[in-house]
């Protein structure tokens, strides 16, 4: 009856019972040690960490574990048909560090010149000019020396304005020229603006294209109010001179 089911279910768990005991503990020597002696357990547990480093000692003695050890015979071996050479370039690997640094110094390349932020079109320093004397006309009011720029014919006191932008380079005044100024363009490229009855820049300004920089006179050698532009290259503004106007024709950028 309800005895004999009772009497099975005991049975079961009775025989399970010491089978999980010593799977729990891993081997079933240890199962007695465990509750007291702890200082032989740690003697264990060192005695097999020690026959670990053995193994391992022994492995890299078969050369199991001295693989790395193993390309480095082939590359020298290798080498002997000439490839030894190949061994010391392995250690200028530092070479790349030497080329990092040279990047840094790149961005230290301003070479534009101040107030001229890139190529930009001459352009006419005044306006609603009449051209009253051509570059390079000869006449006998300048000693028959060839005009040196373009006389515009424009009221006194018009603006006179950068023909591109640059830094003023020059404000001073003679007998020939009169009250002139002059503004570098960069790259060896000056301009001169003669005549003049007002120089309302001085030496160092940095001027935008179209900006004022002075007023149309009659100063210098001159018949009436007007502006001589001049275009030249280098430092002598006798020298190295072009035609504004057909520089700004072709469309010539500074
Ligand atoms: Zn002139």
Request: proline share 9%; aromatic share 4%.
């Amino acid at each position: 009856m309800s005895m004999c089911v009772t009497s099975h279910t005991a049975t079961l768990p009775t025989a399970p019972t010491p089978d999980v005991a010593p799977t729990t503990t891993g081997g079933g020597e240890v199962p007695a040690p465990v509750p007291g002696d702890l200082a032989s357990a740690i003697a264990g547990l060192t005695a097999a960490v020690e026959q670990l480093a053995a193994v391992v000692q022994s492995l890299q003695g078969a050369g199991a574990l001295g693989s790395p050890a193993g390309p480095t015979t082939n590359v020298v071996s290798g080498g002997a048909s000439g490839a030894p050479l190949a061994d010391a370039n392995v250690p200028a690997t530092p070479v790349p560090a030497a080329t990092a640094p040279v990047a840094p110094v790149a961005p230290a390349a301003p070479a534009a010149p101040a107030g001229n932020p890139g190529k930009q079109k001459l352009q006419l320093p005044v306006k609603n000019a009449t051209v009253t004397s051509h570059f390079g006309e000869v006449s006998a009011i300048r000693n028959s020396i060839p005009h040196t720029g373009t006389d515009y014919a424009v009221p006194a006191g018009t603006s006179v304005d950068a023909a591109a932008g640059g830094v003023v380079k020059q404000v001073s005044s003679d007998s020939i020229g009169g009250n002139w100024i002059i503004v570098d363009h960069g790259d060896g490229l000056q301009t001169y603006y003669g005549h003049l009855s007002a120089q309302d820049v001085k030496v160092g300004d940095v001027v935008t294209q179209g900006q004022h920089i002075g007023k149309v006179g009659s100063t210098g050698l001159a018949t009436g109010p007007h502006l001589h532009f001049g275009l030249f290259r280098g430092d002598d503004r006798t020298k190295n001179l072009e035609d504004p106007q057909a520089f700004m024709a072709r469309g010539g950028e500074v």
